[in-house]
C-alpha cells in the first residue's frame, strides 16, 4: 500500500513548498497566528492562575466552598461587600437546624455560622484614660490620703489633662478657621464647652470642686475628642472556634484566640494598622513600604513628600499621650537621637518626622525603637473592650460592649484590605448587636417585663435578667436597644457590669441555636463541588435557603476574574476573527493564483478531494506550525514571569487577587489545548472557503494558455 | 487495429449569457491504437474543444464520445476523472508543471495519485523516462531552472509515466521556438514508436505537421478531412 502514504507525503511537499515558496504571505498569517496563540497562552494561563488565587483567597478567608442563606433575602449574598453596603439578608433564624440538615450531606465537612456587617467601634480615647487616671487618684485624695507620691502623680495626670484640652481647643480653633457659619452654630454648645475646659479660672476651681469638675469633663468635653477616633469596622458574627478550624489562613497574630465558647472580638490585623494605629506611625510604615518594595523615593514622589509634610503637621496625637513625665523622657531620648539641644517636644517630633531619603532608616529605627514604647500605638490594644454601635434590624441603634484578645491576620494575604478588614466577633455578641427576636422571644420577654413591672432591664444584664443567665435563648431587649448615642457614650465608665457575661462559657449547643445571616460550608473532596451544591439544593428549599458557591458568594469580587476572562475571551474572539478574515482572505488570493495548476492536478487525474485535501493540509500546517510555536511562546512568556518573580501586587485588590504578593502563573494545560484548539478551528473556517475554490476548478483550467 | 478513440457525431456548443456558441457542430472521428493524429484548423476552429472532449476534460452538448471503450457521456466526474488518470497523459501548451516540486516529483505526480507502484518502482520508471527525454542528470532541478524546451520534454516524461493508452496535446509547440518545437514532436514520435502509444495533438504550425502521419482538417467547428502525410524523410 503505496499510495496513501505517498500520497500524504506529497501533498506535505506541496504544502511545505508552497508556504515556502510564498514566504511573506506565510509570515503574515504565521505571526498572526504566533501572537494570538501566544496571547492565548499567556492570558489564559494569568487568568486561570488569578482565578486560583482568587478561589484560594476566598475559599481560605470566609467563602469556603459554598455558601447558604435565607432564599427570602431581597439582595444576593456578597461575602466582601455589595454595592457601597452590605447586602440585605435575611436572618437565618434557627441556624442549629439548617446546620443538623445540611451535615447530613454526606460531602459536607463543616458548616459555619455568619453574620457580616459594619458598625462603628469608638476607638480608646485618650481624654478618657486620662480622666480615669485622674478620677482614681482623686478617689484617693477624696478619701483622705495625702502621701507626696500621690500628690505628684495627681498633679501630673492634672497637668496632662489639661495639655490635652488645650490642643483640642487649638485644633477646634484652626478647624473653626474652615467651617461654615452653620457647623460653627451648631457646634456652639460644645465650643462654649471646651473654651471653659482650657480656661485657666476652670483649673484654678478644679480643686474646689474635684468630682464636679470632673464630671464636667466627662460629660461634655472627652465625647468631643472622641469622634475622631471612632472607625467602622466591618465583622463577621460567627462561632469563631468552628470559623479559625475552617479557615486555614486565619491566625491570630497578636493576643489569644478568644476562649471556647466566649465572648470576645478578634481584631483585623489590617484593619488595626489602617485605622488603629497612630497616624504618625502608619504613615512611617508606608513610606518604607513605599521605598523598600516600591523602590520610590521621597524625594522624586509627591505622595511620599505629603506624607513625611502631613506627619510634621499633625503632632497632637504623639503629644496628647505624653503626659509630663513622659514628655521629658522622649525630649532626652530625642535630643540623643537626633543629636540636638532643642527643649521643646512639638519641634523635636516634627524634626523627628521631616524625613528625607538619606535619614528614613535611622529616624525610623529612632521612632520605633524610642518614641514608640512610651506611646500607645495602636488606639485598641489587647485586653481593651471595645464599644460597638450598629444599627439593628429593627432599625435602632444598638451597642454592645465586647472585649479584645486579639488582632487575627489571614495568612498570604496580609496586606489585602478586602480580606485583613475582617474581625472576627463571637456569634452570642453578633447576635446581641443583630437584635433579632423570634415571635416566641419577644412574647416572653413582654411577659417578663411585666412581672419585672417597670423596671428597667438593662442592655449589658438584659439576658442574665431575664433567663437567669442560663437559659441559653439569645435575646435583646427591644427596650435596650433603643440606646442613642449620648447614653453610650455616658456609659464608658459602666463597662465593668457586662464582667460576667464576659466571663460565660457558652456551649456549642448554645451558640448554633439561634440567629445567622449565612452559612460557609466546607466539603471534605472540594472536586465534587458542582454534586455537592446539587445535592443541598435539593435539601434547601425546605429550610428556605439558597445555596450559591464560592465565587457567587463573593459578589463582585468573584465577578471580577469572570471580567477579566470576559475582557481576554472578547480580546482572543477579536484576534482571532480578524486572523481568520486575514488568513481566508490570503489563501483565496493563492488559491485563485493557483487555478491552472490544480486545474491541471485535475487533468492528470487528481480527484477533487485530492486538490480540497491540498488546500487543507496547507492551512492546517501554518497554523499548526505557528500554533505551536506560538504556544511555546506563551509558555515562555509565563515561565520568564515566573523566573522574574510574578507580576507584583501593586495594590491591596491585587494583593487579594493574587494571593500574595506577586502573582506566579503557571502553564494551564487546558490554555493550551483551548488554544490549539481554537488556532485549529480557525485555520479550518479560513481554508475552508479556499478549499472550496479549488473543488470547484474544472479540469479544463489546465488548457488555457496564459498569455 | 481497433479505434482507442470513437467520437460519434458529436456537437459542443458553449453558452455565453443567452448567446449560443457552437464549437463543434456534428464531428465523427475514429482514432486507432498507436497512430499519432495532429489536428490542424485555423483560430478557433474548435481544436482545443475537441481535444478536451477526446481528454475527457468535458463533455459534448449531444453525441458520443468513447475512450478507452467507455462512454464518456455516461460516466460520473469521479470516473472521468480515474479514466484520465489510467488512460490518457496530457501535455499542455503552457507545460503546466507544479513550480514547487522538482523535475522528478513532477514526473512522479500521476503515479502518487495511481498509487498501484512501490518507491523503487516508482523511482525506476520516473528515471528511465527522465532519461529518455534527455534530462536524467536534471531530475533535482525546478521548473523554473529549465529552459522552456527542457520543461515540455518534462511534461512529455510526466504524460507518458503512467503508460496511458492515449496521450493528448493541445499545440504543444506553440511556446517554443520552432527547433525546439520539432526536437518535441520528435522526442513524442519517437515514444509513439517505441511503445505504440497513441498520440493527438493540435497545432498550428505547418513545419510541425509534417512531423504527424496524419491530419484532420478542421474549421468552424466542422472536419473537413482526414489526409496521410507524406513522410518527408
Ligand atoms: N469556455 C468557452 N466558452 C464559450 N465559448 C468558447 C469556450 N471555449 C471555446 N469557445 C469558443 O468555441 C470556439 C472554438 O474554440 P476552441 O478553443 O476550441 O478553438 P481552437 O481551434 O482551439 O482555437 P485556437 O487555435 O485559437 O486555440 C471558439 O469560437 C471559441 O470562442
Ligand atoms: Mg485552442
Known sequence: MASPVGKIRILLGIAGRNLFASRARTAIIGAILLLGTALVVAGSSLVESVDRGMRSSIQGSLGGHLQVYSAASKDELALYGGMGREPLLEPIVDFARVKEALSRVPNVKRVVPMGIDQALVAGGNQLDIGLEKLRADVRFLEGGDRSAELLRRYEAHKSHLRRMISLLWDELQASRALADDQLIRDRKQANEDLARASSPAFWDGFEKDRLGSLEFLENRVAPQAMEGTTTFVRYVGTDIDAFMEAFDRAYVVEGERVPKGQRGILLGKWYAEEYLKLKSARRLDKLKDARDYQRRTIAADAELQRWVKENQSQLNEIQMQLDPLQAEEAVARLQKGLGSSEKELGKLLSELLRTSDADFDHKYRLYYEQLAPLLQLYSIRVGDTITIKAASRSGFINSVNVKVYGFVHFRGLEKSRLAGVMSLLDLMTWRDLYGYLSREQSEEMTALRAAAGTRQVSRENAEAELFGGGGGVEAVSQKAARIDEAAVLADIGGRKKSDDLFDRVYTQEERDRGVALNAAILLRDPSRLRQTQAELEKAAPGLGLKVVDWQKASGLVGQSVSLFRMVLYTAVLIIFAVALVIINNAMVMATLQRVREIGTMRAIGAQRRFVTAMLLVETAAVSLLFGAGGAGLGAFAVWLIRALGGIPAGNDQLYFFFSGPALLPTLGTTSVAISMALVLVVSLISGFYPALIAMKVSPVEAMASDD | MSAIVSVTNVSKIYKLGKTEV??????????????????????GSGK?????????????????????????TALSERALTSLRLDSIGFIFQSFNLVAVLSVFQNVEFPLLLQGRLGKKERADRVNGLLEAVGLGDHARHRPSELSGGQRQRVAVARA????????LADEPTANLDSQTGANIIDLMRDMNRKDGTTFLFSTHDQKVLSHANAVIRIADGQLLGRETVARAG
Open chain 2, 22 to 43: 457552437p464549437a463543434l457542430r456534428g464531428v465523427s472521428l475514429e482514432i486507432d491504437q498507436g497512430e499519432f493524429l495532429s489536428v490542424a484548423g485555423p483560430s
Open chain 2, 48 to 72: 482545443t474543444t475537441l481535444l478536451n472532449l477526446v481528454g475527457c476534460v468535458d463533455t459534448p452538448t449531444s453525441g458520443s464520445v468513447v475512450v478507452d471503450g467507455k462512454d464518456t
Open chain 2, 160 to 167: 507518458l509515466v503512467g503508460r496511458p493508452k492515449l496521450v
